[in-house]
């Protein structure tokens, strides 16, 4: 059953809901820009994302991706957690306010696992037979890299999630 004056509302509603969203968008980029020259201002944050870019420290999130991470600790209200996350990101990086850490993705890696078996994603690359010493599986490790143009870090996993930087160069 058609009836235009319940359609006419139906689309003005709609209409409305979009002015809104439109409006809303306006003051959260207003917001956003405010807070991000605090941001800026905020040392304890900018020491953090320079530790981070140097970390040393790394974990695995339930993808099996291989993440940099420092502890971030510092107070945030839950007003700001949306901005602060988009600025976080802005720069490369991301933010876990439940484990109070910043992380860095370390995207496509190359992992060891406790067996010794090296891995590119999910392809088994060098099996463990095929080198003795942890020098000769860097090698050949070094020469994949150099044949397939792509090099990316290298890591030790073991099946806990403890994650270990490798350096494959001497």
């Known amino acids: 059953m058609k009836n235009e004056s319940i359609e006419l509302l139906h689309e003005m509603i709609k ?3 979009n002015r809104a969203a439109k409006e809303l968008g306006k003051y959260k980029n207003r917001l956003q820009e405010l807070y991000n020259k605090q941001f ?3 040392k304890e944050l900018q020491d953090a994302l320079k530790a981070l870019e140097a970390s040393e420290k790394y974990g695995t ?5 291989i993440y940099a991470w420092v502890r971030f600790d510092e107070e945030v209200s ?3 957690k949306e901005y602060l996350d988009t600025y976080v990101q802005e720069h490369g990086f991301s933010i876990d306010f439940k484990n109070e850490a910043l992380m860095s993705f370390q995207g496509e890696c190359i992992g060891i696992d406790e067996d ?3 891995f590119d994603g999910r392809k088994c690359i060098i099996e463990r037979r095929e080198y003795k010493t942890d020098d000769e599986r860097n090698e050949l490790i070094e020469k994949y890299m150099e044949r397939t ?3 990316p870090g290298v890591f030790e996993i073991s099946r806990y999630g403890d994650v270990r ?3 494959t160069q001497k």
């Open 61 to 65: 999130n339930e993808y099996g991706e």
């Open 40 to 42: 800026d201002d905020w």
């Open 78 to 80: 839950e007003d700001e």
């Open 116 to 118: 010794g078996d090296v």
């Open 149 to 151: 143009g792509c090099f």
């Open 15 to 17: 209409q409305a809901k």
């Open 165 to 167: 930087l490798v350096r």
